[in-house]
């Protein structure tokens, strides 16, 4: 199913359509566009207060995306395991609160996709420089499951990998561009999903990275 005057076999998804992905994964094309100039700003602030870092994950790997956090919780990892925090380990300070542009986007977006009175209390940001990479995983550290995640994409395109409820499933590859918007939620809540290693290239918002914005209920 597709919105605006759009339909899935258009040639163009020009900014504005909204194209279900597969049940309850909405997604917004270029929904986040008109925002750039205020998200930059935003993303500025929040990462001098919380810079961008590799976090180690349980296992002792070091992740090849930097992350940074804003709102009243932040996600985290380190050899102890996943876990939501309101401090940012690194500085001992609460996480920069949220800016009202990521809310504003993220609340619009899931009202668009049905999901009414989203209330986001944690923002992660994720930076893919070239060849980083997110393998398969499930989001399960919130504590509300019925609360959607929204995702906006910034900068330098990238695949992204959807896949089915089962980390052996098959995954599906789909291009997110600088602008997009998705919002996951009921049925794809818990699909397992990761980004294929990113390509070089430079785009004119982020330079030689990918932003990716994930807008959750933590708590
Ligand atoms: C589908 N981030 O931070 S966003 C993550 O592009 C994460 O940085 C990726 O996966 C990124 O956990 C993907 C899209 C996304 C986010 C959460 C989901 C897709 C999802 C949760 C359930 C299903
Ligand atoms: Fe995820």
New binding site residues.
């Given amino acids: 199913m597709t919105g605006s005057a759009g339909h899935t076999k258009d040639l163009f998804a020009p900014a504005g359509h909204w194209e279900e992905l597969a049940a309850g994964?909405m997604i917004l094309r270029g929904f986040a566009r008109d925002h750039e100039t205020e998200m930059a700003a935003a993303i500025e602030q929040v990462t001098a207060a919380a810079p961008f870092r590799h976090m180690q994950t349980p296992g002792g790997h070091r992740m090849s995306?930097a992350m940074s956090n804003c709102g009243e919780f932040g996600w985290t990892t380190d050899r102890r395991g996943y876990r939501y925090t309101r401090e940012d380990p690194e500085t001992g300070h609460p996480w920069p609160a949220m800016p009202d542009v990521f809310r504003n986007i993220a609340v619009t977006a899931a009202e668009a996709a049905s999901f009414p009175g989203f209330d986001p209390d944690a923002c992660?940001i994720?930076r893919?420089q070239p060849g980083a990479r997110?393998g398969l995983?499930?989001?399960r550290n919130e504590r509300d499951f019925d609360a959607p995640?929204v995702?906006v994409?910034l900068g330098l395109p990238?695949t992204?990998l959807?896949g089915g409820e089962r980390r052996a499933d098959r995954s599906l590859r789909l291009p997110?561009e600088h602008g997009d918007v998705?919002v996951?939620g009921a049925a794809?809540?818990?699909?397992y999903?990761?980004?294929a290693p990113l390509r070089s290239g430079s785009h004119p918002f982020a330079g030689e990275a990918r932003l990716?914005l994930?807008l959750r209920r933590a708590q």
């Fill in positions: 994964a995306a992660l994720n893919y997110m995983h499930q989001d995640i995702s994409s990238a992204f959807f997110l998705v996951w794809a809540r818990l699909r999903h990761g980004i990716n994930t």
